[in-house]
């Protein structure tokens, strides 16, 4: 079972329009990462979120992490092709050495 | 500039060979590297937590036989793919930790198995 569930798997939209893509689990967890990936390379930290509620903001970036700890939501204004990649959220595990674990990923591709 | 390097980025060999991975962190130390896996469309996965001077770690389902991880320095990982198959194909990134707890990850290494 994954501990971390994404949606949507997959988006494709038009240069300009906004998105949101999610990050959810059962699971209350201390922080939660988000990642953009580019076509065969490694994974780039964006952001870590820590405080139920907070907001943190990357430029048109928004990344929100909710009350609860449990899910967290990264929506993106005005999508340019620059945006196009795969966003990983993902949890740093204290207790294991920092292992980082990724989840499925929403895969965004924005057209010109 | 780039904290963590991955040699070589891509490789293609036969099967049955034995395909060797560097990772290494470029101005820190990290006692602890990771090794993952990811294929076409997929997440990454983790294999193994790779600590200087002691056995890695495996992940469930990990062949620990045919994934030997050495990391003999506190600036080099290495991923052996042993007796390499095409189902081992894959896109291969390890990660490097610094003592702040914070980990970079490298370019990845493209595996092509014929």
């Known amino acids: 079972t994954q501990l971390l569930e994404q949606s949507p798997q997959f988006l494709s939209i038009q240069e300009g329009e906004n998105l949101t893509v999610y990050c959810n689990s059962s699971?209350?967890?201390?922080?939660l990462q988000w990642y953009r990936q580019e076509p065969g390379e490694g994974p780039v930290l964006l952001v870590t979120?820590?405080?139920?509620?907070e907001v943190k903001k990357l430029k048109r970036l928004t990344f929100q992490f909710g009350d609860a700890r449990k899910d967290s939501s990264l929506h993106i204004t005005a999508a340019q092709p620059g945006d196009t990649g795969l966003y990983l959220c993902?949890?740093?595990?204290?207790?294991?050495?920092?292992?980082?674990?990724f989840g499925p990923g929403t895969s965004l591709s924005v057209i010109p | 500039g780039a904290v963590v390097s991955q040699h070589p980025s891509r490789v293609i060999c036969k099967s049955g060979t034995s395909v060797k991975i560097e990772c290494r962190s470029l101005?820190?130390?990290?006692?602890?590297m990771f090794w993952y896996r990811q294929f076409p469309k997929q997440s990454l996965m983790l294999m193994a937590t790779?600590?200087?001077?002691?056995?890695?770690?495996?992940e469930q389902g990990v062949e620990k036989d045919k994934f030997l991880i050495n990391h003999a320095s506190l600036t080099l990982s290495t991923l052996t793919v042993t007796s390499a198959h095409p189902e081992d194909s894959s896109f291969y990134i390890c990660?490097?930790?610094?003592?702040?707890?914070?980990?970079?990850f490298g370019p990845g290494t493209r595996l092509l198995v014929l």
């Open positions: 699971s209350v967890f201390s922080s």
């Open positions: 790779s600590n200087e001077g002691s056995k890695a770690t495996y």
């Open positions: 993902a949890l740093r595990m204290k207790t294991s050495y920092d292992k980082v674990i």
């Open positions: 101005d820190f130390q990290a006692t602890t």
């Open positions: 990660s490097a930790r610094r003592d702040s707890g914070s980990s970079h």
């Open positions: 979120v820590v405080t139920g509620g």
